[in-house]
DNA sequence: AGGAGTTTGTGAACGCGAGAACAAACCGGC
DNA sequence: GCCGGTTTGTTCTCGCGTTCACAAACTCCT
């Protein structure tokens, strides 16, 4: 986290923006479909749902990739974020614990569209081994070190119960992993230099519901409505 | 979200501390079921992984509910801060969109157990509608106007494709719901007063490659590795 | 009762990110 | 070749969030 590759740019561009780099990513390639293929930073911000500065921020932090008095020529721009994220090759990546969301991130067809491809499904239990999901075998937990051997996978992804998350992120770990996406509501503790994202439901919709609470006892503006 | 009721306490709580409350909520929780009585900010802040000192100032804004030279009692602030929240009461929920990320949702436990109770199931697809999914019909997505006054629903989760989503959203929003848990990948404008938050599984992942693309380019530390 | 030890709650400094505003640069027409 | 119009890239300012450091307050022991 602290030294890079002297040899490389390096240039360190603001965790803020790296967030954003990939909903930019995702509008470009939409537009790129419509057939558009010049685009000011008005229209790709407002495509990306950002204030045009920022989107005009961030960007400067890559390079200057667009033209003054034109805009931005949509298929390079989206070449550009695109490497600079480091999806211009597919990323291996294994599943751990293929329960019902499991299931569901196994067979969703946004990864393979957008750098990554799942290589494996493990799971601890056996009764599951005799599944394919999504085209692939569901294997035993205990196969990972080789199967991260062997594809060089850098990213895993834990869907387990809570309980058994932190002895996967350890075994993920242990085989060279330092890349993790975290569903199972647990905190995860992990060396240095590997990094951990966590997406928990729950903890959404109770910001949702903190919201909610806060806007009033009832739904009283914008909806009519006849008194019970 | 400018005015308040200014009955009520309305010390508004900063959006960041919001976003821990819940890690916080569920740390308790789990040292309630392991018959902690009571706990320093210390303890509490390595259970919720943060810092001991921004732990204590989101609690700060909460009230002063810890007893200096002692902590904090366990049962009493996990009660603080669920009511706080507002997830003392179950809020009912509506999810639209029932592919396989909706039926991982519809079937995940930690709704139920967080204070959300899934009141319905809807998809625009009518050969579903003779499923039965974690024990919810699902109905016909024309529904959703007579099930969010029957119900009171305040929350929507979308779990559609990215094209359906906005059309789910708009619909949501005329029947009343003005909090918004989002899924499908694309942006979604919603008036004022509307709530939306995104959870999107790409976007994770290429984050997480970027800082992998950053850390060097292969397993250089911390594993031992046979040249191929 | 008093003092030592512990832990909370908060005031202040610091760094990062958001947004506005503007200069630099490019295109097209004359 | 020059000028007006347009759009980017950047500078500056402001506000929020994080962290440090410490005073206030509580318990326990003597």
Redesign the pocket.
């Given at each position: 986290m602290t030294e890079r590759t002297p040899t490389e740019a390096a240039r360190d561009i603001?965790?803020?923006?790296v967030a954003r780099l990939p909903v930019y990513l995702r509008a470009l390639t939409s537009l790129a479909e419509a057939g558009t293929a010049t685009c000011?930073?008005?229209e790709l911000a407002s495509a990306a749902g950002v204030?045009?500065?920022?989107l005009?921020?961030d960007?400067?932090h890559l390079g200057?990739?667009?033209?003054?008095?034109?805009?931005?020529d949509v298929e390079y721009l989206r070449y550009q974020i695109a490497r600079e994220i480091g999806v211009t090759q597919d990323w291996p990546v294994v599943i751990v614990g293929i329960g019902n969301l499991g299931h569901a991130l196994a067979n969703f067809s946004g990864f393979r569209s957008r750098g990554f491809r799942v290589v494996a499904l493990l799971d601890a239990d056996p009764s599951r081994h005799a599944e394919q999901v999504a085209g692939v075998d569901v294997r035993p937990f205990s196969d990972l070190a080789a199967i991260v051997a062997e594809h060089g996978v850098a990213i895993g992804v834990i869907s387990t119960p809570a309980h058994a998350a932190q002895d996967v992120a350890d075994a993920m770990v242990s085989t060279g992993i330092r890349s993790i996406l975290n569903f199972a509501p647990a905190v995860l503790s992990v060396p240095d230099g590997v990094d951990v994202r966590k997406v928990d439901l729950s903890i959404e919709l109770q910001i949702l519901a903190y919201h909610e609470q806060r806007k009033g006892p009832a739904g009283l503006e914008g909806r009519l409505e006849a008194p019970a």
């Open positions: 603001p965790e803020a923006t000011s930073s008005e204030n045009s500065a920022k005009r921020k960007l400067s200057s990739y667009g033209t003054r008095g034109v805009g931005y």
